[in-house]
């Protein structure tokens, strides 16, 4: 089967991509920089240049493709303004989903993000729980599902959606910074540090995606894919730091303070270009709580996760070392 991945430079379509080859499919990804495409050559590897907000690139994607996973995301930067969030999640999935009518694609799996939820003020969230939004990148990324979904059930494409928890394994560089603050000599924990954070296993997640592009009863549907275990940020990085036979040492800090401050610095920093040194987003890390139930996925799916949490930051932590990065 000819299957088309785009944000396949990114961890999770890299990781995605690799094992839909390994399952002998025929991958197609579409990418702005080749230079960024992590997979070793395969006869099976189609790379295409290209830009979801180009609708000829994305039809020229999908064409004679049976099977979509949509990835592509647009992570927060001091040089991205908030047009560019709504033109890739946005527009770009409009595009990929017009383009997968015309062709006749058996299958679309949309990633779509748990930050659609917000703050998960009654845990654990279901994918029915309100929304909540509380950035532009939740704000689109949300308006894309949305788009999704509406566009399926009008035209009839077979369509699911996937909402990941917070994404981690060896190769992953988003969540480096949880590591490098559990292992401090003293870790600075802003707020009470009793706020929930569900994490997935990348290959946990990786077989969520595929589970949710082959099962009859996931079209139409969408679902929250974590892991088993849910801990609170203050034992996830007591269990980081005994891993990595780090002192268990925090110190907690009132976050109003620096709420204000992650505010006022995107202010002033993003208009100007300037990386700011804080984001209000990264104090939201420590404020909000994220507590997700994936009882849904595995009564449709047959969704089961293989790595607890201790095994899965254990691998990962031993890759950070490898790397010299912890």
Request: aromatic share 8%; proline share 5%.
């Amino acid at each position: 089967m000819k299957i088309l991945v785009t944000g396949g430079t990114g961890f999770t379509g890299h990781n995605l991509s690799k094992r839909l080859l390994q399952e002998g499919h025929q991958v197609r990804l579409l990418v702005r920089s080749r230079a960024r495409v992590a997979l070793d050559p395969h006869p099976a590897l189609e790379i295409l240049d290209g830009d979801i907000r180009d609708r000829e690139a994305v039809d020229k994607a999908v064409a004679g493709t049976a099977k979509i996973f949509n990835i592509a995301a647009m992570y927060r930067s001091a040089s991205s303004v908030d047009q560019d969030y709504w033109d890739i999640h946005v527009k770009g999935t409009r595009h990929l989903l017009e383009a997968a009518v015309q062709h006749d694609v058996g299958r679309f799996v949309h990633c779509s993000t748990v930050g659609v939820h917000g703050d998960v003020k009654v845990p654990p969230a279901t994918e029915e729980s309100p929304y909540a939004p509380a950035d532009i990148y939740q704000r689109t990324k949300l308006e894309g599902e949305l788009l999704a979904r509406e566009f399926s059930a009008k035209n009839g494409l077979p369509l699911s959606v996937v909402r990941p928890t917070a994404i981690y394994g060896p190769g992953d560089m988003r969540l480096l910074k949880v590591f490098k603050l559990a292992t401090k000599s003293i870790s600075p924990v802003i707020g009470t540090g009793k706020i929930f954070y569900h994490m997935v296993y990348i290959d946990d997640l990786v077989q969520g995606f595929i589970l949710a592009g082959e099962v009859d009863a996931a079209i139409g549907e969408v679902f929250i894919i974590g892991g088993e275990e849910n801990m609170i940020l203050d034992e996830l990085l007591s269990t980081i730091a005994e891993i990595t036979g780090r002192p268990d040492t925090k110190v907690h800090l009132p976050a109003l303070p620096f709420q204000l401050a992650g505010s006022l610095c995107e202010k002033i920093c993003i208009p100007l270009g300037i990386e700011p040194p804080i984001y209000r987003r990264r104090v939201d890390f420590f404020t909000k709580s994220r507590s997700f139930d994936i009882g849904k996925a595995k009564r449709l799916l047959g969704y089961s996760p293989k790595y607890g949490l201790r095994a899965g930051l254990s691998k990962t932590a031993e890759w950070y070392k490898d790397q010299g990065l912890l």
